[in-house]
């Protein structure tokens, strides 16, 4: 009824390819955006610190795995470590260049990642799904090493942490103690939002192309003219680039300091998770997989004691394990495809409410 | 139809999320956040800790009524051992205005250090997070008595010195280090190596990686070939148990193996029944229920069905008595808190004033009932951990027992260490601010 495109003529060819082609779409986005950039900073420093920077950053990573994994079809379990190469690059290039702005570095620290990315997708031209599952897991636990026993990484730090130092922009902290968590959260809304615009057309251009079509079958890739190991190297460099900058913001916007364990193989099956949640080959899908495996349990710990529920804390942590594995199976059966298929039937059903044919 | 209860339950949900920090507390309390873990792979460690920890505030509250007539609102919240979650549990008690952070893990203790002094709510890591913290002039907010790992190391080089008649037979010898390899367990390291130079004796590597934490067969093989004389080992969690049960398997002399005070679990040992007769440990509690202080949470909270502790023999194990001894602490900042400013409910500034000027000497333990069960010990303005003394303990199959006279860290070895890494953490931290609060007298 509301959600209809009735009337909504497109007279270009440009019309036609755009990201949003019907208008309550656009108009949906817009609200989103306005909500995203007007209303949440001035939110509760709890829903911004413990909720919706966390959730960007876990988009930003899902992206980035998304292009690797969900376009690319190159399956990868080295998420976290490429992460912990963006973190170790940004904290490293602010030590030594101190008077650079650190949006700079979070940014050129994902160049650091995606050459790494680089070196450690090369067998990916031999090798394919589960065999290279195996090979990124190599450079998870290589990295992760380094992170540990390379000390010049943490600047020789006794406890082999980083610590964030004070950066500011435009005269205002975005990172270090005295940063609020609204100034954090606009640096990492704008930075999350020109990734994912610059993915989304990345995605539907001829790399984007390239890419799916490697995905869905190399040789016939390979006979249509497109070079494989080139096309499987961009991949690589583009989603350890994502990944890479997902890893400087979680470091220096969010924990605002830590040790290296944050980027262990646990934190590259969290984000392989959200990837086959969300949905894979969709952006909108790396969103909504960040949203329920990061956001929904803090939900759901949070519930009993605002409905005035007395339950032991650790009662409440074993109901949200529960609660959300049942979600992540009822998801899944429902629909293999991810919340993102969910998400373009429901709205499909939509469409065509209430006369569905 | 049911994508639509999603969005409306999805929309609820975050509704519910909105509404959480509003809530406020009663005026007429003091809210202590506790950050534990039952759940998850170190729980078999956090389980007593936090018994413990709780049991004695809910005593405090049931015996005396709370702390100068005002009751301790104590609130768990559960972190799994998880950086992320802590972080979490420390955002979602911050607008409920707790006095006091306890963390409980290395790792949230760093995540949170720079807050604090922002948030204006001190931090109490007893013995464990950064080291460098105890120097009160470059960390205001953070308190980490009785001692530190540096401490800890020191003390046990002390031992080893001791047993084999003085440290000058330390030349010569090799002694070996088996460490978790993350930042708590490779702590010890820079000390260890400026001994093995000042004692001449050899230090050997073991890491132990968190991931291999329950494969350590490789590692003891090699610690055979080697036969170092004597065994630090900085481990937690299921690290523990496994090391004693392979250093039961090649023989290695347990007498001869010596963990620090977070690998002195009764946990740790159990697994390896009568293989870890002998082994031992650093501690700075004494085990046992038979303290006036036990007593009294068996008599007001146990038996009146206010513990989660599984039978009354848990009550005075270890790391039970670990997590009272922590919750003295609090205790007792409170109450010096109050004496400080005149007010009976105390923000974090006042605990931070409390903490700071605490000194607990014999008259004040045999107040609490803590005789025996701990050492008098006492914190300053520049000094927030006070670098004292702890003893070995031994396994003799069935419980600890003291093994050894209280024995003083090196101080002049540690200090020089402590005052280096804070002054490194300031200046690597640009704009870590310089300390302007004032210091109290010390009570």
Known sequence: MFYREAGQFKTTYAADMAVFPVLQDRIGFGAILAVAYLVLPFASEFLLHVVMIPFLIFSLAAIGLNILTGYTGLLSLGTGAFMGIGAFACYKLTSIFPNVNIIVWVIASGFFAAAVGVLFGLPSLRIKGFYLAVATLAAQF??????????????????????????????????????????????VLAIVAVMTWIASNLVRGRIGRSWMAVRDMDIAAELMGIRLLQTKLVAFAVSSFYCGVAGALLMFLWYGGGESGV????????????????????????????????????????????????LRSETVDHLTFMTVGVLIIGFLVLEPMGLARLWQITKQKLRVWPFPY | MRCKHLVLGTALALGTVAIIPVAASAEDSIYVPLMTYRTGPFSASGTPIANGMVDYLNMINARDGGIGGVKIKVEECETGYDTAKGVQCYESVKS????????????ITLQVIPKAGVDKVPILSMAYGLSAAADGNVFPWVFNPPSTYWDGASIFVKYVGQKLGGVDKLKGKTIGLVYLDAPYGKEPIPLLQELAKDYGFTLKLYPVPASEMQNQSALWLGIRRDRPDYIYMQGFGAMNPTAVKEAARINFPMEHLIGNWWAGGESDVRPAGDGGKGYLSLDFNVVGHDFPVMQDIIKYVVDKGGSQVASKADVGENFYGRGVLNSMIIAEGIRNAQKLTGRQVITGEDMRRGLESLNIDQTRLDQLGMVGFARPFRVSCSDHSGHHAAYVAKWDGHTWVKDSDWIEPMKDKVLPLIDAAAKQYATSSTGWPKRTEPCDKSS
């Open chain 2, 96 to 107: 409920k205005n707790p006095i006091v952070t306890t963390p409980y893990s290395t790792a």
């Open chain 1, 142 to 187: 290589f990295l992760q090493w380094c992170f540990i026993r390379i000390p010049w990484l943490y600047n020789y730090n006794s406890s082999g942490s980083i610590e964030v130092p004070e950066r500011t922009l435009f005269g205002i902290p975005i990172t270090g103690p005295t940063a609020t968590a609204s100034s954090r959260y606009l640096v």
């Open chain 1, 263 to 310: 980027f262990d193989i646990n934190q590259s099956f969290f984000v392989l998770f959200m990837v086959i949640i969300g949905g894979l080959g969709s952006l909108i899908g790396s969103f909504m997989g960040a949203a329920l495996i990061y956001t929904l349990p803090i939900v759901l710990r949070a519930t009993p004691a605002a409905l005035g529920v007395p």
